[in-house]
């Protein structure tokens, strides 16, 4: 016997995943996070026994609900499968996935479609961040066609723009944790910043690296990889966020001068992995950071003029490009708009089936023994 689970799988910006109604899944969280690990086939290198991708751009999961919140739409809660472990990370939010959420609430009925486009608004459950999804909906449908195009993602689709509203200390309640835009641990000079996504900034000289490597060299250095995220956890402690060993957050950044006339260059790691792209959430804590005086990055990027601040991310892919409305102290930064452009698509729509064993749903059982 089997279990099926109405499921929706969609591309959000460069990764990939199954979205879910909240109601179709437990309500308790540690049966939740089991039913997520076998739909993912976790844990195993190549999930070869579930939908996941076997890479961490393509092992996330998206769980909605209609929000009962004032002035929001939406209850996004994203979560990341582990691989080869048996582990469901909720505490950071996915603002590649989040590209999705805003054309699967409108197919779904939870938000009724406006003509030519529709805006949504998303709370994010995992760090209390609010974000407006504005869709392309001409005649009141989505549609997925257009010509924008992302560096990650093969051809050409309809734009999303996703505007985050209260973005600063998503999870630690600081933009800068520490109370200081630089420290150092362990001899290396880190910047510790929360802006949509905790962040500990690493110069790439500063490890010896150019920063202009790719992802499958830097992930090949293991002392690399080991010597940041012993940095990493202890700059979790120093940004209040206790024992961060087996979490995904905080994130990590090696940062180098820009090459191809944007703002600065980023490695992204998430955070024992190196992105093959850039993250959504990542962009814009990056793109602040480097506009902060006294961070490690603000020496290395070239940040424009002026107000709003169009600025671009270099990453191994090629370019994001995120546009940052602040001003009043530079320290304390007024952040009144960050904005972005993303696409996505709905891939395939039906049922994914698990073990009953694991978890047997009411109407999963009844379907389970026709």
Not at 218 to 223: M, P, Y
Not at 232 to 257: E, S
Request: with cysteine; net charge neutral.
């Amino acid at each position: 016997m089997q279990t099926r689970i109405p499921c929706v799988f969609m591309r959000g910006g460069t990764s990939r995943g199954p979205f879910f109604h909240a109601r179709d899944l437990p309500e308790d969280a540690a049966t939740r996070d089991r039913v997520l690990l076998a739909v993912m086939g976790s844990p195993d290198v190549r999930q070869i026994d579930g939908i996941g991708g076997a890479d961490p751009l393509t092992s996330k999961v998206a769980i909605l609900s209609k929000s009962t919140r004032p002035g929001i739409d939406i209850d996004y809660l994203f979560a990341q499968v582990k691989i080869a472990e048996a582990a469901v990370d909720t505490s950071p939010n996915c603002g590649n996935m989040l590209s999705g959420v805003g054309p699967f609430a409108i197919e779904e009925g939870l938000v009724a479609a406006a003509d030519p486009e529709t805006a949504v608004r998303i709370h994010n459950v995992n760090t209390g961040v609010a974000t407006e999804a504005i869709v392309q909906t001409p005649g009141g449908r989505v549609t997925y066609d257009g010509d924008c195009a992302i560096d990650g993602v093969p051809g050409t689709a309809a734009p999303v723009k996703l505007n985050f509203l209260n973005a600063e200390g998503s999870k630690t309640g600081k933009l800068l944790p520490t109370g200081r835009p630089k420290d150092v641990i362990d001899g290396i000079e880190v910047s510790c910043v929360d802006f949509a996504m905790p962040i500990v900034f690493f110069a790439a000289r500063a490890l010896g690296k150019t920063g202009y490597e790719t992802a499958a060299e830097l992930e090949a250095d293991q002392e690399l990889i080991a010597r940041f995220e012993a940095i990493r956890r202890q700059a979790g402690a120093l940004m209040g966020l206790g024992d961060v060993a087996g979490r995904v957050i905080p994130k990590v950044v090696l940062a180098a001068p820009p090459r191809a006339g944007g703002t600065v260059t980023g490695r992204y790691f998430t955070p024992d992995r190196a992105h093959k792209a850039y993250a959504v959430t990542g962009s814009i804590c990056t793109a602040l950071a480097a506009a902060i005086p006294g961070t490690v990055l603000a020496p290395l990027a070239r940040v424009p003029a002026g107000n709003p601040k169009p600025m671009t991310i270099e990453h191994p892919s090629g370019r994001f490009d995120v546009e940052m409305d602040i001003s009043g102290d530079p320290l304390r930064p007024t952040i009144r708009r960050a904005a972005l452009l993303r696409t996505c698509r709905r891939l395939f729509e039906g049922r994914v089936l698990i073990p009953a064993r694991v978890w047997t749903s009411r109407q999963g059982l009844a379907e389970a023994t026709q």
